[in-house]
């Protein structure tokens, strides 16, 4: 099913975009303050917009990605330099 670039998005579909983006940003966040909580949110929040869909399915998945390389990476980050992890 295709959709012509004049067809209106519904309103979930705006909600779960600005959802994957803000999952985005919390993975960036999580890299530098505490990464456990920050992490685990954007993992819930991109993986709640994966399950509302939409028009933006690369979108959804990049955010599930990054929340899942912020986790390992941020967690990796705080154990060496010895930050705390929540």
Do not use: C, D, K, Q
């Amino acid at each position: 099913m295709s959709t012509s670039p004049l067809e209106r998005a519904r309103p979930a579909e705006v909600v779960a975009g600005y959802m994957s983006a803000a999952a985005l940003f919390l993975s960036a966040m999580a890299l530098a303050v505490r990464p456990l909580p920050l992490s685990l949110a954007a993992l819930v929040l991109s993986l709640v917009a994966t399950g509302i869909g939409g028009r933006w399915g690369n979108l959804h998945a990049f955010a599930v990605g990054g929340a899942t390389v912020a986790f390992v990476l941020g967690m990796t980050i705080a154990v060496l330099t010895g930050r705390p992890l929540y």
